[in-house]
């Protein structure tokens, strides 16, 4: 089971634009990078997205809800499923769409958000440059230092 790896990682504030987040998430990950949604309360148009984009697990990530078995979904962070996921953000309730967000690159994860869109921060991992941290977190108004995790 994946998480993000122990040790020094980016503490993000919680961004409180939850679309613009989701957009600007091209600007921060990796290539190849894919979401990892978990839980929540999805109606039709949201499973519908879900599934539609939905692409084989790559990594096998922990869960963060042990019961009831949340749904998760692993969407490729590709422009256009992040622009099309951030309209579902503007449409409907950050608990609709999931409880946990997470992206990973890889056999690397790159993002963790346990109760995520709410007021706890996101961790990055330090694969990410610091230079790609500060705009993105420029661009979605959070804050940001290194945890040591001392």
Same mark, same amino acid.
């Given at each position: =089971?994946?998480? #993000?790896? &122990?040790? $020094?990682?980016?503490?993000?504030? @919680?961004?409180?634009?939850?679309?613009?987040?989701?957009?600007?998430?091209?600007?921060?990950?990796?290539?190849?990078?894919? !979401?990892?949604?978990?839980?929540?309360?999805?109606?039709?148009?949201? #499973?519908?997205? =879900?599934?539609?984009?939905?692409?084989? &697990?790559?990594?096998? !990530?922990? #869960?963060?809800?042990?019961?009831?078995?949340?749904?998760?979904?692993?969407?490729?962070?590709? $422009?256009?499923?992040?622009?099309? #996921?951030?309209?579902?953000?503007?449409?409907? @309730?950050?608990?609709?769409?999931?409880?946990?967000?997470?992206?990973?690159?890889?056999?690397?994860?790159?993002?963790?958000?346990?109760?995520?869109?709410?007021?706890? &921060?996101?961790? !990055?991992?330090?694969?990410?440059?610091?230079?790609?941290?500060?705009?993105?977190?420029?661009?979605? @108004?959070?804050?940001?230092? !290194?945890?040591?995790?001392?």
């Amino acid at each position: =089971m994946s998480r #993000l790896t &122990p040790g $020094p990682c980016w503490r993000v504030s @919680a961004p409180t634009d939850h679309e613009e987040f989701i957009r600007r998430l091209h600007d921060l990950l990796p290539p190849r990078s894919v !979401l990892y949604l978990e839980g929540g309360s999805p109606d039709r148009a949201i #499973l519908e997205f =879900m599934h539609a984009r939905a692409c084989e &697990p790559q990594l096998k !990530l922990a #869960l963060g809800t042990i019961w009831p078995r949340p749904q998760v979904f692993h969407i490729p962070a590709t $422009p256009e499923n992040l622009t099309d #996921l951030a309209a579902l953000f503007g449409n409907h @309730a950050t608990p609709e769409i999931c409880i946990h967000f997470h992206a990973y690159c890889e056999q690397t994860v790159v993002l963790q958000w346990h109760d995520a869109f709410f007021d706890d &921060p996101l961790y !990055l991992s330090p694969v990410i440059p610091e230079s790609r941290v500060k705009t993105f977190c420029t661009a979605c @108004a959070c804050s940001y230092e !290194l945890d040591t995790g001392a």
